[in-house]
């Protein structure tokens, strides 16, 4: 992983909190642009009013030595410098010594007084026309400077914003790590099943997504597992069952190379066309074997159960005949229509007959029938003494009965095809019988093409 995924899930973090930030420091702004100025406006006004009244009573009073006073204590009581000037810009009055004032920013007329206000130097600057004489053409200054004070308040509202976004990101670190912990896990694991340890799992114990993900991948390790052992297993019993038919092909040919005019030497040679026959059908029982396997790879379609299982038997029919065995059908011709792959259920309903037929006695009776999704197959069955092989051992590949002949590898077929149909096979034989049920279900899930 080499810390991509966590660098990328920190980062993403650190973008959403400086987006947030910024986000508010823009809604602050426009509050600060609409809200706050709209009150300022209604309250100014009245103040505005009221402020040059007092000032030109004042000046009537006593001039400058009775306004000044007055414009001192204005001043303090709302932190601000205030002054008069008059028409041609002499200062009439002050509440303060100093130089002229200046404020940058555009100038905004709201009647009874003027408004400009400097953001970046925090200075607010409002100009109150006076229209009374004798100070008719003057005008009040009125200055609120924050300068000094340091940053205003949108300044600190984003150093506030910048020290929370840090923290936060702080906070992100051992999260970050939370998250991507699991997914460090599932790659390790993933490493060592490619390196060959297939016994490897995810130690993921959440209950989020990632934990689902963990739980999946384990499942598949665990089929991709149990596939290479059975894999492995094919390949250790089809040398095993090779091994015996090769030995004694060799045998023969030594016999018939020491002794070729040896009177025994036709039957030989005809022992080893026989087991050579007979290592075909093993070789080609392997490969119906092994393709049962890629049934889960066919196309699912609607097909009537009914006319497949009439369809299975008339194809069968020779196999029973050859044995004079009587077939018991109960099914309609047509019945219920199910999504199935129809190689994978001609796979299973072939392999089924086949064995019933091949080992039934002869001119015994073999029974079918279909009610509903399930189909049942029941041939006569002659059980041996000291077969205990139970039904999840006869579908193993390779393992046969005491008492019956072959290779071992029909009903493991049998097995695969109903595991590509997703239905159940349920094996009940007692003495003198021997049972199938195979069980459809209603709906199949088609393997997503990508």
Not at 9 to 20: D, E, G, H, M
Not at 316 to 323: A, G, I, T, V
Not at 341 to 369: E, I, Y
Request: net charge neutral; with cysteine.
């Amino acid at each position: 992983m080499k810390g991509g995924l966590y660098a990328k899930v920190l980062i993403a973090l650190v973008v959403a909190v400086l987006t947030t930030t910024l986000s508010a420091s823009i809604v602050f702004r426009l509050m600060q642009l609409t809200d706050v100025p709209d009150r300022f406006e209604k309250l100014g006004r009245a103040h505005a009013f009221i402020l040059s009244e007092v000032v030109v009573d004042k000046w009537i009073q006593g001039g400058p030595a009775t306004l000044n006073p007055f414009l001192e204590g204005m001043a303090k009581a709302l932190d601000a410098r205030l002054r008069l000037i008059g028409p041609d810009g002499t200062i009439l009055a002050s509440s303060s010594n100093g130089s002229d004032e200046s404020c940058q920013g555009s100038e905004k007329d709201l009647g009874n007084f003027r408004i400009k206000h400097d953001w970046r130097r925090s200075i607010l600057m409002l100009t109150i026309p006076i229209m009374k004489p004798p100070l008719t053409g003057s005008h009040i200054q009125l200055v609120i400077d924050r300068t000094d004070e340091g940053a205003g308040p949108l300044q600190r509202f984003l150093t506030a914003m910048l020290i929370t976004g840090a923290i936060l990101a702080l906070m992100a670190i051992p999260l970050s790590r939370k998250l991507t912990s699991p997914l460090k896990e599932l790659r390790e694991s993933a490493h060592h099943i490619a390196e060959g340890d297939l016994s490897s799992r995810a130690d993921v114990r959440s209950h989020d997504e990632i934990g689902a993900l963990a739980k999946d991948f384990n499942r598949m390790a665990e089929r991709v597992q149990a596939m290479v052992m059975a894999s492995r297993h094919l390949l250790a019993h089809v040398s095993h069952e090779l091994r015996s038919p090769l030995a004694r092909i060799r045998i023969l040919a030594g016999m018939i190379e020491d002794e070729p005019n040896s009177p025994q030497t036709p039957a030989r040679a005809n022992s080893m066309q026989l087991e050579i026959e007979d290592m075909d059908r093993l070789i080609g029982a392997i490969l119906d074997f092994s393709r049962a396997g890629m049934l889960r790879e066919q196309p699912v379609e609607t097909l009537d159960l009914a006319e497949e299982l009439h369809l299975m038997l008339k194809r069968q029919d020779p196999l029973f005949r050859e044995k004079n065995i009587e077939l018991e059908v109960a099914a309609p011709e047509s019945g219920t229509r199910l999504p199935v792959r129809r190689q994978a259920l001609r796979t299973l309903l072939g392999v089924l007959l086949d064995n019933a037929a091949r080992f039934a006695p002869d001119s015994s009776q073999v029974k079918v029938w279909l009610y509903g999704t399930q189909i049942t197959i029941e041939n006569g069955y002659v059980r041996k003494e000291g077969d205990e092989s139970t039904p999840e051992e006869l579908m193993k590949p390779f393992h046969r009965a005491s008492d019956v002949p072959g290779y071992g590898l029909g009903l493991a077929q049998a097995k695969a095809a109903a595991d590509a149909l997703g239905a159940t096979l349920t094996i009940e034989r007692d003495a003198t019988r021997f049972r199938v049920t195979i069980g459809l279900p209603l709906t199949v899930t088609a393997k997503k093409r990508r």
